[in-house]
Nanobody, 114 residues
Framework: VQLQASGGGLVQAGGSLRLSCAASGIIFSRYTMGWYRQAPGKQRELVAIITSSSNTNYADSVKGRFTISRDNTKNTVYLQMNSLKPEDTAVYYC?????????WGQGTQVTVSS
């Protein structure tokens, strides 16, 4: 199983980025996909998830600014991040979960400058 995250980078506050996570080795459409983030000195936290039925859930801190979506034809999950804030700075990880089994990607750095 491989989850390849990409799209991170350096952006000014108020800017946008779109993260992508391409999955292989799993039946992608059956998995709940999630984005998590970990800032220096902090625990990893949930950002957003999207179920196999495309139901979504977001952390309160990103509601209205971030949008998670998936393309089952490309085995890819996306995270559109708008109105970025310095506190969004973190390493962002994608996760695939099904029936208690989880797989993690390698992470992509997002840095938001003020």
């Amino acid at each position: 199983v491989q989850l390849q995250a990409s799209g991170g980078g350096l952006v000014q506050a108020g800017g946008s980025l779109r993260l992508s996570c391409a999955a292989s080795g799993i039946i992608f459409s059956r998995y709940t996909m999630g984005w998590y983030r970990q800032a220096p000195g902090k625990q990893r936290e949930l950002v957003a998830i999207i179920t196999s039925s495309s139901n979504t859930n977001y952390a309160d801190s990103v509601k209205g600014r971030f949008t998670i979506s998936r393309d089952n034809t490309k085995n890819t999950v996306y995270l559109q991040m708008n109105s970025l804030k310095p506190e969004d700075t973190a390493v962002y990880y994608c996760q695939a979960e099904r029936r208690g089994t989880t797989h993690w990607g390698q992470g992509t750095q997002v840095t938001v400058s003020s």
